[in-house]
């Protein structure tokens, strides 16, 4: 395998993982103010998912010769990156119907593509991550219809709640063709599928209808249809934000890191217990031998 084959899909797996990581924290920040109890174990399925395709995704990653501790590490002392989309904090139950439609919604035209990667291990792990970000995205949007079709204090919270994430789901598909440095060798290798701009002109033109069916306003007043090219026209995200978010500055990185620093530290015990315990297996086991 060409060094720089290797290295490239370790960068993307490992960032995939830490994302499906990290993106547990905005959703579980809700966990414990869910509106009902159905609302409850539903999200906190979803969050436990998205452990699952964390793992998946560091197993993945495991093939081509990087441990998981080692990605781990870097996560956390900030040497790899994860989505921008989860620097943003979640203000309402209505993010949750957001994050769910609008997040995972990207999510899936971004890795319906990468089932077909080149890389075995990955496009496996993709497909049923698929699946599950498929139920993922229709109980978000499940949500986001009872809020816009109930009260005007939950309509306001549903138009609130796609404000504001409109643009942060549009950076998910990373920046423009134009500034993205890896696009063109990674689909010259079929790391990726689709170039970034190509994915986020799908989002727009399918989440577009989903928005009127909704009743809600569009979220940018650039939003057109546009006859010839017969795909919706839009403004484009502010770039510059989005380099201010993966370089460490949105509103929530410096949080959203520390969770984990956390996390790493408090499960280092149960981490030292279950080695302890497989270190006695093998030695019973040879011992029997
Ligand atoms: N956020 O050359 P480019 C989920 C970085 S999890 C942060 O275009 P590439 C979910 C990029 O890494 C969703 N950084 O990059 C979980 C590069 O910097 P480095 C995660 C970004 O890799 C829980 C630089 O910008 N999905 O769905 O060719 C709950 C130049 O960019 C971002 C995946 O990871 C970003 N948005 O293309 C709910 C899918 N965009 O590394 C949902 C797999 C770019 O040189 N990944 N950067 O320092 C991919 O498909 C590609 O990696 C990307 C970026 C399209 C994201």
Sequence with gaps: MPAGYRKTLIRQIGQHAHSEIVGQLPEGNWIT???TLERKAILLAKVQDEAGHGLYLYCAAETLGVSRDELTEKL?????????IFNYPTLNWADMGAVGWLVDGAAILNQVPLQRTSFGPYARAMVRVCKEESFHARQGFDVMRKMATGTPAQQKMAQDALNRLWFPALMMFGPS????THSEQSMAWKIKMNSNDELRQKFVDQTVPQIEFLGLELPDAGIKWNE???SYDYSDPDWSK???VIQGNGPCNVDRLAARNKAWKDG???RDGLLAHARKKAARKHAAE
Aim: charged residues 30%.
């Design 242 to 244: 989005f380099f201010d």
């Design 76 to 84: 956390l002392d900030g040497r790899m990156k994860y989505s921008s």
């Design 33 to 35: 103010r869910a509106p």
């Design 228 to 230: 010839a090219r017969g």
């Design 177 to 180: 063709d134009a500034e993205s």
């Design 268 to 270: 280092a015990w149960v």
